[in-house]
């Protein structure tokens, strides 16, 4: 089992930043591809970002394409989602996701989740 606990999320203006934080235990955390979901009042949970085991190789979303920056640290078992330029539609509960092996872009191959954050973009 792998237990996947998020945080940074919250109320920012249009324009501003936040950081998430994923932090995991229970498996060793290299063993895994991370990703980042976000699911909006009414929507369904689409994808945002995603890296890989060593963190040498990330995907990202179009929609968040050169504002949002994942990352890991091996040794602190934690994956992070910069979130830079925020814009009204980026709000959304933020989940982020664990693969045993290589990363993906699909919800339904991510066995472990965390229980999700809020980021509220005002305008």
């Known amino acids: 089992q792998v237990q996947l606990v998020e945080s940074g999320g919250g109320l920012v203006q249009a324009g501003g930043s936040l950081r998430l934080s994923c932090a995991a235990s229970?498996?060793?955390?290299?063993?895994?591809?991370m990703g980042w979901f976000r699911q909006a009042p009414g929507k369904e949970r689409e994808f945002v970002a995603a890296v890989s085991r060593s963190g040498g190789l990330t995907y990202y979303a179009d929609s968040v394409k050169g504002r949002f920056t994942i990352s890991r640290d091996n040794a602190k078992n934690t994956v992070y989602l910069q979130m830079n330029s925020l814009k009204p539609e980026d709000t959304a509960v933020y989940y982020c996701a664990a693969r045993f092996g290589d990363y993906g872009v699909t919800s339904q191959i991510y066995g472990y989740w965390g229980q999700g954050t809020q980021v509220t973009v005002s305008s």
């Open positions: 229970g498996r060793t955390f290299s063993n895994y591809g």
